[in-house]
């Protein structure tokens, strides 16, 4: 199920003395990309609002660790356990030790195909929809590249997915020809750049448009090409990091799609204490079935994203996502920027 993201403002947490002694349990794959923090904060707000406590442990990228960190969690007496799977295949016996601990299971941004664990997310696929759209839009034709996420996480799948569907039609009547196609582990920028720069060499800088699957990898890209003097290529990204941001109003990254975390923090903040409180997954507001790719029913709640790019960047300034100042403070031509300038420069 596809929600709106406004309509979670409309959304109480649950509050009161009945949760002053619950503990959900969050394991975070990495706090990488600057996203992760700010999901981190809104989770914790909202819990603490409703007088719940929250644990926090880092895998640092590492799936062993992961392991490790949730034994850890569900040794402190946890009610809920929230994951943020570095590698989904192998979280298997975390699961299977949060079931005998009979702790239910959030399955946080990234899929855990088991229909006993609530997965909350944005419409991933449509994140990839949005990236080809826009890259597709500044250049209908020619040699294009992919720059997709770590081969592990199911995210990247589905990213690159959407990104066919909306690009498989003019690849088969070769009005596009892919010269690179490469996963990055990780997702680091830094590699996504000695990548670029490998397929740039390859390609003999022949290179017209990259269909990059997120923010931290876009900007390694934009690197590459700056490098060799391709400034204006189109570049997509995801995740609306401040630095992609300020790269799409200046003009060299093509689309940044948004989504909100701290909608996605606040949700599952919200999910977290009725799960806590003994509810079954199916009866949590907005949850519908959703049909995985190993045709699992798995109880889902998934955002809608948004494309940010040069015209409407006014769309997370007006959000509070990012201050007008920040994002115009290099003189950026983009409409946001010019309609701020009678602003106070305090905005």
């Known amino acids: 199920m596809r929600v709106a993201l406004g309509i979670l403002a409309a959304v109480s947490l649950l509050a009161g003395p009945t949760f002053a002694e619950t503990r959900v349990g969050v394991s975070w794959s990495h706090f990488q990309e600057e996203r992760w923090k700010i999901d981190e904060a809104a989770m914790r707000a909202g819990l603490e609002a409703a007088g719940a406590r929250m644990l926090s442990a880092d895998a640092q990228s590492r799936a062993e660790k992961q392991l490790a960190d949730v034994e850890g969690l569900l040794s402190r007496g946890i009610d809920v356990l929230v994951l943020v799977a570095h590698d989904a295949d192998a979280i298997a016996p975390a699961l299977r030790a949060a079931r005998a601990e009979g702790v239910p299971v959030i399955a946080y941004d990234r899929l855990i195909e088991a229909e006993d664990v609530v997965y909350l997310s944005f419409d991933n696929r449509e994140v990839g929809r949005i990236q080809a759209r826009e890259v597709l839009k500044q250049q209908p034709t020619g040699r294009y590249v992919f720059i997709k996420g770590s081969p592990q996480d199911p995210n990247a799948h589905f990213v690159h997915a959407g990104q066919l569907d909306v690009l498989q039609a003019a ?154 100042t920040e994002l115009c403070a290099q003189g950026a031509s983009a409409p946001v920027c010019r309609a701020g300038d009678a602003a106070p420069a305090s905005e």
């Not at 490998?198 to 900007?219: E, F, H, K, P």
């Not at 290529?233 to 003009?251: C, H, I, K």
């Open 171 to 324: 690849i088969d009547a070769r009005r596009i020809t892919i010269v690179g196609d490469q996963f990055v582990e990780g997702w680091l920028p830094e590699q996504a750049q000695r990548t670029m720069e490998q397929i740039l060499t390859a390609n003999d800088d022949r290179v017209d448009a990259v269909v990059c699957s997120n923010d931290g990898m876009a900007g390694g890209v934009v690197a590459a090409l700056r490098a060799q003097g391709l400034v204006g290529t189109p570049v997509s990204g995801q995740d609306g990091d401040r630095a992609a941001l300020l790269r799409v109003a200046e003009g060299s990254q093509s689309v940044s799609v948004w989504k909100d975390a701290r909608a996605l923090g606040a949700l599952a903040a919200r999910v977290a204490l009725e799960l806590a409180d003994g509810g079954p997954a199916a009866a949590i507001g907005g949850v519908t079935p959703w049909t995985s790719p190993r045709n699992l029913s798995v109880p889902s709640i998934l955002l809608e994203p948004v494309a940010i790019v040069r015209e409407n960047l006014d769309v997370v300034v007006d959000a509070g996502w990012i201050t007008r």
